[in-house]
């Protein structure tokens, strides 16, 4: 398999076949991003013959739900390639035509894979038509993970994600018109020492005018390789504490109207956990707060000075 240096997907899209669609970013400034600092480049678009090439490889150990036991070469139950997650920061960031392409390589040979999916940055469907967009959801393009980090437009132009909140409820709602379901990804702390509670607010505002299928919170973990920590360095930002990034998220979950499932499942949270809105808010916000209560800054500081790697 083509896979370049560390490969990243959401939890959930652990039972996905994953086929890498690009290497890297094409936006590549967030400052408090090292995901890709392992790369000799900042961003590469795969060869069609080497998508083509590994989902033939694939075939070998994923079986397609639509093919027969005895048609298949190998019989690994459960290794069914129901969904394709293109890897890469934003393989969305492809054109509309190139994703079509490799879609239809998907099709050719998987053709009962149900959906696919990939990272992709808010730009990336500003930058597609319309039309472009439904054609992608009738390729099966769906499920999108979207990095929208927080809502609050200081903390946005500060990291420089650029796009501002606007930009978000924008595009998810042409994703919504085009039948393109998505997720998001916030990052507790962004906001920085004392304005926690402000950018959980403006998130809940933004994300109650899309319809994310799931919210999925990190926290922040500041690397000694980036940008953000050299503006530590300088005096230009000041992080926020653990207890404090918990209670962000805390008024996040309490101010989200919108039905949607809630997550706290990468490395970068000492304490794993997930759940429906708002059915389960009372529980969701009694696990926060035995986290702040029951495990404390302290221990809670040494986990994320300890976490070598997200
Ligand atoms: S868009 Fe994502 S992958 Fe790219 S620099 Fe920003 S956080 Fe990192």
């Known amino acids: 398999m083509h896979y370049t240096r560390t490969i990243w997907r959401p939890p959930y899209e652990a039972d996905s076949l994953i086929i890498e669609a690009t290497a890297g970013c094409t936006h590549h ?4 991003c090292t995901l890709y600092e ?14 083509e090439a590994d989902l033939l490889e694939a075939q070998t150990w994923y079986h397609d739900p639509l093919r027969k ?12 390639a129901d969904r394709v997650f293109l890897a890469g920061a934003n393989p969305f960031g492809l054109k509309a035509h190139h994703l079509l392409a490799i879609a239809g390589l998907v099709r050719r040979y998987f053709p009962g894979c149900r959906s696919i999916g990939c990272f992709a940055r808010v ?3 500003a930058a ?4 472009e967009l439904a054609a992608l959801a009738r390729a099966g ?3 999108l993970t ?24 924008k595009q998810c709602r042409r994703l919504d018109g085009a039948g393109i379901g998505y997720a998001f990804f916030y990052l507790a702390g962004i906001s920085g020492a004392g304005r926690g509670i402000e950018g959980a607010r403006a998130t809940a505002a933004v994300a109650n005018e899309t319809r994310p299928w799931l919210i999925g919170a990190n926290m922040l973990t500041v690397y000694p390789t980036s940008e953000l920590y050299r503006d530590m360095q300088r005096g230009l930002w000041a992080e926020a504490g653990e207890v404090e990034k918990y209670e962000e998220i805390k008024e996040l979950v309490a101010r989200l109207e919108i039905p949607t499932r809630f997550a706290m499942l990468g490395a970068s949270n000492p304490v794993m956990l997930a759940g429906s809105l708002p059915d389960q808010r009372e529980e969701i916000t009694a696990a926060l707060d035995r986290i702040i209560n029951d495990i404390g800054e302290e221990r809670l500081r040494t986990y994320r000075a300890n976490l070598r790697h997200l």
């Open 123 to 125: 730009t990336d469907v």
């Open 141 to 143: 393009f769906d499920g």
């Open 69 to 80: 036991a005895e048609e298949r070469l190998f019989d690994l139950e459960g290794a069914s």
């Open 29 to 32: 400034r967030c400052k408090f």
């Open 38 to 51: 392992d790369l000799p480049f900042a961003f590469r678009p795969s060869p069609l013959e080497d998508i």
């Open 146 to 169: 979207i990095g929208i980090e927080t809502g609050d437009n200081k903390a946005l132009a500060f990291m420089e994600k650029g796009y501002e909140s606007a930009a978000i409820v």
């Open 128 to 131: 597609k038509t319309d039309d």
